[in-house]
């Protein structure tokens, strides 16, 4: 991870392979994009209850943003947003917590 605490919690439904989604399965610390409005942000995902997720399934994850800076006074729990990898959509979801993200956001210096 980048060297602090998780930022926020989140659902995340991965599309199944014929809706355009992964071929295979993501696992805890996968880095795609956080596409959330309307601009990605890097962040890496860290499962809560599982390993990995197969298209098609859905896992809580916590989020470390590379930037929290950036997105401190955006963020709202029961927002949405997708994932994505470069310009290719292969999930979405829903925040559903706030962790440490402002407190991250005041120490950044990345």
Do not use: C
Request: glycine share 10%; charged share 30%; aromatic share 10%.
């Amino acid at each position: 991870m980048y060297g602090h605490d998780p930022d926020i919690e989140v659902e995340i439904t991965f599309l199944k392979t014929d809706e355009g989604g992964r071929r295979g399965y993501a696992v805890s610390g996968y880095r795609p994009q956080f596409f959330y409005h309307g601009e990605d942000h890097d962040a890496v995902q860290e499962f809560v209850d599982r390993e990995r997720v197969y298209p098609g399934g859905t896992v809580t994850a916590q989020l470390q943003l590379l930037h929290p800076e950036l997105l401190f006074d955006q963020i709202r729990v029961n927002e949405t947003f997708e994932i994505r990898e470069g310009f290719r959509t292969v999930g979405h979801g829903k925040i559903t917590r706030i962790l440490k993200l402002s407190e991250n956001a005041a120490t950044s210096n990345r």
